[in-house]
């Protein structure tokens, strides 16, 4: 998922065009009038497809918006390589945050976490999301343990838990806003964490 939400256009004919225009009537819908309110006519009268086409392909509103968010969570994303383990956390949490501060990227993500309660293919997209984002922090991980700023145990899962968690409670338990200083203290804490071999497999 990009700061521009999900779906972004790919080659590949009329099918990408359809599955462009889709994406983006979906959230364009979410923005405007909220889950409660998209419907999958309105999808596509917004996309200018036809209703039958939609509801073939995704079948429910709920449907599009994992689908959706599951590929775009297999995107690669930037490793950053600052040249030290708390520079590369804090470029990382700035990043996330970016995106789940951008409307409609946090319109996607927060229907997904909702459905994800009671929809295993909800579940799994999410899990999905956040296995790919162990998977890119990986690098960071080896990086500095080569460095030796961490421990050579350290857990990339852990890490990538430890920074993630203080900015999805303030969205999803507390309410608060999120900005770049709670990335900046997520990235903090979780090096000091890390550092003292807390974040071990």
Same mark, same amino acid.
Do not use: C
């Given at each position: ?6 779906? =972004?256009?790919?080659?590949? /004919? ?68 600052? /040249? ?20 409609? =990227? ?96």
């Amino acid at each position: 998922m990009n700061a521009d939400g999900v779906g =972004s256009a790919r080659p590949g /004919g009329r099918t990408a065009r359809t599955r462009a225009a889709v994406a983006v009537a979906l959230q364009e819908e979410l923005l405007e009038v909220g889950y409660g309110g998209t419907t999958m006519d309105r999808i596509a009268r917004r996309a200018g497809v036809a209703k039958t086409t939609v509801y073939r392909r995704w079948g429910s509103v709920g449907q599009l918006v994992v689908e959706l968010f599951a590929e775009a969570a297999g995107t690669q994303i930037p490793v950053p390589d600052t /040249g030290s383990f708390e520079g590369d956390l804090r470029a990382l949490a700035r990043s996330a945050v970016a995106v789940l501060t951008h409307p409609r =990227s946090r319109a996607i993500f927060d229907v997904v976490v909702r459905e994800a309660v009671h929809d295993p293919a909800a579940r799994a997209a999410l899990t999905g999301f956040f296995a790919g984002r162990v998977a890119n922090a990986a690098p960071i991980v080896s990086r500095a343990v080569e460095r030796g700023e961490i421990p050579a145990d350290t857990d990339a899962a852990e890490v990538i838990r430890q920074l993630g968690a203080p900015y999805y409670a303030r969205m999803y338990i507390t309410g608060d806003p999120i900005g770049v200083a709670d990335a900046d203290r997520a990235a903090a804490v979780t090096a000091m964490a890390a550092r003292g071999g807390l974040l071990s497999s």
